[in-house]
C-alpha cells in the first residue's frame, strides 16, 4: 500500500511539474539533428537499390520483331558450314565458299521450315522458277534456315522437292549472325526463338551482287519472282 502511493505520488509530482528537463548531452538537438541526417542518408542506398515498378506491364510482351542486318551488297560474304541430310540419312556439310566460290548462285533464307509463308510461298517459288534461273547461269540455288538437318530434311520431303533448290541448315547460327541478320522471335508464344531474318541474294564468286532483305519476316521484296528481275 505504502509502494502504491508513493508510485502514485511521484507521478503526480512529474505531471504537475511545468519545466521541462533539458535533454541529456546525448540527447540534445543537434546530435538529434546529426544522428537524423546520417540515419537518411545511410538509407538513401537501400531505397536506390529497391526494384522500378514498371509502368506497364505489357511492355514485356512486345510483338515487335527485333532485327539486324550488317552485310550489304559488295561484301564478300564470310565462311561458314551448312548441313544437310544425304539420301541415306547422314549429315552431310558445305561451306558457303563451296557454294560460291567462282559461281552464281542464289542464297535466301526464311524464319523457319514449314512455317505458313515460307512453305506456301517463298520456298515453292524458287523450285518453280529453278529452270529460268538457271537459263540465266545461275548455278546453285540454296534455302537457308535456323532449323536442324532433320528437320529440313523432313521438310523437303513434305514438299516433294528434289534438286531443285538446296535445303541446308544453319542450326547454330553461325552465317545468320556472321551476316548480321538474326530475327529475335523469343516473345512469340509460338515458341520461335531467335532465327534468320526473310532475305534473298544473288552472290557472284563469294561477292554480294544483289541483297534484297525483308523487315522481319515479311515476304514483300525477296520472291524468285524479285530476283529474276534483276538478273
Not at 538513401?44 to 529497391?50: N, R, T
Not at 515487335?64 to 558450314?81: E, R
Not at 549429315?91 to 558457303?96: E, N
Not at 556472321?178 to 541474294?201: F, H, N, Q, W
Amino acid at each position: 500500500m505504502a509502494a502504491a502511493t508513493t508510485t502514485a505520488f511521484t507521478l503526480t509530482k512529474l505531471l504537475s511539474s511545468s519545466t521541462p528537463k533539458p535533454l541529456s548531452p546525448l540527447l540534445s538537438s543537434k546530435s538529434l539533428s546529426s544522428f537524423s541526417s546520417s540515419f537518411a542518408i545511410s538509407q538513401l542506398p537501400l531505397k536506390l537499390h529497391l526494384p522500378r515498378r514498371l509502368s506497364n506491364p505489357l511492355l514485356r510482351f512486345s510483338t515487335t520483331p527485333k532485327v539486324s542486318a550488317t552485310i550489304s551488297v559488295g561484301d564478300k560474304l564470310p565462311n561458314a558450314t551448312l548441313s544437310y541430310l544425304d539420301s541415306s540419312n547422314d549429315v552431310q556439310t558445305v561451306s558457303i565458299s563451296d557454294l560460291t566460290a567462282n559461281k552464281k548462285a542464289i542464297l535466301f533464307a526464311v524464319p523457319g521450315a514449314f512455317t505458313p509463308t515460307c512453305s506456301q510461298k517463298h520456298l515453292p517459288g524458287f523450285v518453280e522458277k529453278a529452270g529460268e534461273f538457271k537459263s540465266k547461269g545461275v548455278d546453285t540455288i540454296a534455302c537457308i534456315s535456323v532449323n536442324d538437318a532433320f528437320v529440313m530434311k523432313a521438310w523437303k520431303e513434305n514438299l516433294n522437292i528434289n534438286d531443285e533448290v538446296l535445303l541446308l541448315s544453319d542450326g547454330n547460327e553461325v552465317f545468320t549472325k556472321a551476316i548480321g541478320c538474326e530475327l529475335d522471335l523469343t516473345d512469340k508464344p509460338v515458341g520461335l526463338g531467335v532465327r534468320s531474318r526473310r532475305y534473298a541474294m544473288l552472290v557472284e564468286d563469294g561477292v554480294v551482287k544483289v541483297l534484297n532483305l525483308e523487315d522481319g519476316g515479311a515476304f514483300n521484296v525477296s520472291s524468285a519472282e524479285d530476283l529474276l528481275k534483276v538478273l
